[in-house]
């Protein structure tokens, strides 16, 4: 087995598990939200764990919508290879019409939602991919996407759209950026390497499972994505928690690291 095969898998997976997920969303429609979100995030883990499991059986799984039981393991934090994943990342907008989508249309739905699919490998990301089904492109470190150029002067920043974080208000007045509101950590992180944006900051709570398989496709094509003090983000502890995160294009990483320094002091 190859690592070039580890990346291949993870981009089928993703892409499989979302074009599921547009499946459910069809056949369920957006009547009852809750019942849409429940049955996308139960399906698509199913889906992943079912195939990781026949596919890469001595390897070890975290995910998102496992239980308490299984996501304390201790055989994960022992293992040379986990799979972190995020069945559906966004869940909240993938149970959201698309403000202005016609009835009948045929995707009616948001389209900042995203599935992860992560390999960490001793200690680091080797693998990744992000479906975004709704966009119909799959980003992965298979073949990462080419950043775009950095044009100097004002820049965007994404955030989040229901819980945007004070702070970045304040830095983006900072250091002359917009603030640009979109669902899904995955979509967030997407946006920067394909030039919607040019950063993305967040704090104030997230876990590994949110990030893991975005920022493996980000430091692959070559952007930077570390805490917000600047540390490096690290996956597989046994607290799953990975509260902040800044992913932007390369150039913009140490203005950005010193007006959230300014703002902490
Ligand atoms: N304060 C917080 N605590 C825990 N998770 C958070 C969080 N803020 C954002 N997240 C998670 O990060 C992902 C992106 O959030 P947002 O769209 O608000 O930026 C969502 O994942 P899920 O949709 O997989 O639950 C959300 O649950
Ligand atoms: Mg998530």
Same mark, same amino acid.
């Given at each position: 087995?190859?690592?070039?095969?580890?990346? +291949?898998?993870?981009?089928?997976?993703?892409?499989?598990?979302?074009?599921?997920?547009?499946?459910?969303? *069809?056949?369920?429609?957006?009547?009852?939200?809750?019942?849409? !979100?429940?049955?996308?995030?139960?399906?698509?883990?199913?889906?992943?764990?079912?195939?990781?499991?026949?596919?890469?059986?001595?390897?070890?799984?975290?995910?998102?919508?496992?239980?308490? *039981?299984? %996501?304390?393991?201790?055989? %994960?934090?022992?293992?040379?290879?986990?799979?972190?994943?995020?069945?559906?990342?966004?869940? %909240?907008?993938?149970?959201?019409?698309?403000?202005?989508?016609?009835?009948? @249309?045929?995707?009616?739905?948001?389209?900042?939602? #995203?599935?992860?699919?992560?390999?960490?490998?001793?200690?680091?990301?080797?693998?990744? @991919?992000? @479906?975004?089904?709704?966009?119909?492109?799959?980003?992965?470190?298979?073949?990462?996407?080419?950043?775009?150029?950095?044009?100097?002067?004002?820049? !965007?920043?994404?955030?989040?759209?229901?819980?945007?974080?004070?702070?970045?208000?304040?830095?983006?007045?900072?250091?002359?950026?917009?603030?640009?509101?979109?669902?899904?950590?995955?979509?967030?992180?997407?946006?920067?390497?394909?030039?919607?944006? *040019?950063?993305?900051?967040?704090?104030?709570?997230?876990? *590994?499972?949110?990030? #893991?398989?975005?920022?493996?496709?980000?430091? +692959?094509?070559?952007?930077?994505?570390?805490?917000?003090?600047?540390?490096?983000?690290?996956?597989?502890?046994?607290?799953?928690?990975?509260?902040?995160?800044?992913?932007?294009?390369?150039?913009?990483?140490?203005?950005?690291?010193?007006?959230?320094?300014?703002?902490?002091?």
């Amino acid at each position: 087995m190859t690592i070039r095969d580890d990346h +291949a898998l993870a981009a089928d997976l993703a892409t499989e598990a979302g074009e599921r997920l547009l499946r459910v969303r *069809e056949h369920l429609g957006y009547d009852d939200p809750g019942a849409l !979100r429940a049955e996308g995030d139960r399906s698509s883990h199913l889906y992943l764990m079912e195939s990781l499991a026949r596919l890469r059986p001595s390897d070890s799984v975290l995910s998102e919508e496992a239980t308490r *039981e299984e %996501r304390l393991d201790p055989r %994960r934090l022992g293992a040379e290879r986990v799979w972190i994943v995020d069945p559906l990342d966004g869940t %909240r907008e993938f149970s959201e019409r698309r403000e202005g989508a016609e009835a009948g @249309a045929a995707d009616e739905g948001r389209a900042d939602w #995203a599935v992860h699919v992560a390999l960490w490998e001793r200690g680091r990301l080797s693998a990744g @991919a992000v @479906a975004l089904p709704s966009q119909g492109r799959t980003l992965t470190t298979a073949d990462p996407p080419k950043l775009p150029a950095y044009d100097k002067g004002r820049f !965007r920043i994404a955030v989040s759209r229901t819980r945007p974080p004070e702070f970045v208000r304040k830095l983006a007045y900072l250091v002359g950026a917009d603030l640009v509101p979109i669902g899904s950590a995955g979509a967030k992180i997407s946006a920067v390497l394909t030039g919607e944006v *040019e950063a993305y900051v967040h704090a104030g709570g997230q876990n *590994e499972w949110d990030s #893991a398989a975005p920022v493996a496709v980000a430091l +692959a094509a070559g952007a930077h994505a570390s805490r917000i003090d600047g540390s490096e983000l690290t996956y597989n502890q046994a607290d799953p928690s990975l509260p902040d995160i800044l992913v932007s294009l390369p150039e913009l990483a140490t203005s950005l690291l010193a007006g959230i320094r300014d703002l902490h002091r």
